[in-house]
């Protein structure tokens, strides 16, 4: 019986570890596709939680399961379980491992975030100015990234400035494996700059000027969201993100450089000014949106 008991636990165990191995590799595939160089260390330290939680589901399950199959009252059995007060052992076990795993994942993610911030993606806190970046930037060999950009969010559009060639857009174009610098402002209440392909954020505050460096690597067309939820028309809150080639940017700034500047088209002021579709209204509070941004290229 003891051999016995062994051999299943042994084949328990190998199951557990082959079965939350094949998780964490498919947890990759739960994520859009990377287009950041800071998006590879989230890829893999979501792959790490996803197998360590795997490991600890599917233990916890077998643990029950073995108990039912082979622990299992008879049912004329009515009588209570025997009056124990503890298992020194099982205690100490069962609160060192949650300690060991509690650190192992401390000091995975603490190895992640340091990776990041050398890729240039992580303010150290929200209260530098903007002529001070939070950190210094090494991924582009200690030199400035090329192009700077500002990032204002309001209610409830998004706007874009290129300072060198005074150009303003509500799409935000980036040139492609080539470190990027954007200025984060709010101008009335908490947002949040988040690509889902990116696999970054940041928080953004009024009066707060948040500089925020990545490397975007894969040519394509994404999403910008506010992560915060900022007010009525949140959900409209989007913007266009292109990643280009040096010679798609460069061309797509110059064209921008020579129209003139009106004001951008804006959802939520189109919808805030729509008849309601029923005759009554509800009467609560509803925050209008800010005026457009005036941009050169109002996508």
Known sequence: MRTFNITLLAIWVGAIVLASHAMGQQAYHWLPIAAAAQAEPIGH?????????????????????????????ADSDTSDAPAIRGNTKLEITWTVIPILLVIWIASYSYNIYQRMSILGSLPLVHLHPLEAPAFADTSNGGMQPVEKIEVT?????????????????????LPVNRPVHLMLQSEDVIHGFFVPNFRIKQDIFPNQSIAFKFTPNRIGQYQLHDSQFSGTYFALMTATVYVDSPEQYNQWLAQAATRSPVPAPN???SEHTQPPDLPLRSHWHTVPPAQPPVVNHPG
Not at 50 to 70: A, D, E
Not at 153 to 173: C, D, G, I, M
Request: net charge positive.
């Open 267 to 269: 959802p939520a002021a």
């Open 45 to 73: 330290l979501f792959s790490f939680l996803v197998t360590l939680g795997t490991i600890v589901f599917l233990g916890v399950m077998g643990v029950l399961v073995y108990s039912i199959l082979f622990y299992r009252a």
């Open 153 to 173: 969010a309001k209610q409830w559009s998004w706007s874009f400035r290129y300072p060198k060639q005074n150009v303003t857009s509500t799409e935000l174009h």
